[in-house]
T-cell receptor, first 114, second 113 residues
């Protein structure tokens, strides 16, 4: 069965620090998708990125970057020069079978202090 | 372009009662998935509706049931409410029966007393 682990329950950083959120996944499928979502205090899940299992290229979007390594089954998320508005719970998720069986990790609560 | 909408926003019910939550998908989407998010945890998949049928189901008892209407909107019904059913219920919509591009609604906060 698939599984997503986010070992960091809570992280606190000071504004402008860089922070990396870890995600480790387990799956038996060769075709799968990995995601990161942000959940601010309002509760709505905000989509950040999707990556399929055939694309190991790292991605950068502004202050956000993602490192996908199939060899270690990891899909880590880095925020550069963090800001207070980045404070939220971040979830890593895995979907197998061309978008079925969606599984979320337990989440990492990030607090960015001014 | 309206996103995913859910109603009501908040709901308080008593143990043993029944509740119905509603979801309207994003324009152009035909697939609705429901998730339960207990406090401090990640969302857990309940089930997915596509073409008015339940296509997938997570590890939830039969007390949890749903429906999808011809306009693609969906309802989640929970019977015989337990205290442990208190959670944020999230609806997500997508297209074509798959979930790799799904958009979430704001959720319904259910409190069972």
């Amino acid at each position: 069965a698939q599984k997503v682990t986010q070992a960091q329950t809570e992280i606190s950083v000071v504004e402008k620090e860089d922070v990396t959120l870890d995600c480790v996944y387990e799956t038996r499928d060769t075709t799968y998708y990995l995601f990161w979502y942000k959940q601010p205090p309002s509760g709505e899940l905000v989509f950040l990125i999707r990556r399929n299992s055939f694309d190991e290229q790292n991605e950068i979007s502004g202050r956000y970057s993602w490192n996908f390594q199939k060899s270690t089954s990891s899909f880590n998320f880095t925020i550069t020069a963090s800001q207070v508005v980045d404070s939220a719970v971040y979830f890593c998720a895995l979907s197998e079978n061309y978008g079925q069986n969606f599984v979320f990790g337990p989440g990492t609560r990030l607090s960015v202090l001014p | 372009d309206a996103g995913v909408t859910q109603s009501p926003t908040h709901l308080i019910k008593t143990r043993g009662q029944q509740v119905t939550l509603r979801c309207s998908p994003k324009s152009g989407h035909d697939t609705v998935s429901w998730y339960q998010q207990a406090l401090g945890q990640g969302p857990q998949f309940i089930f997915q509706y596509y073409e008015e049928e339940e296509r997938q189901r997570g590890n939830f008892p039969d007390r949890f049931s749903g429906h999808q209407f011809p306009n693609y909107s969906s309802e989640l019904n929970v019977n015989a409410l337990l205290l442990g059913d208190s959670a944020l219920y999230l609806c997500a919509s997508s297209f074509g029966g798959v979930s790799y591009e799904q958009y979430f609604g704001p959720g319904t906060r259910l409190t069972v007393t």
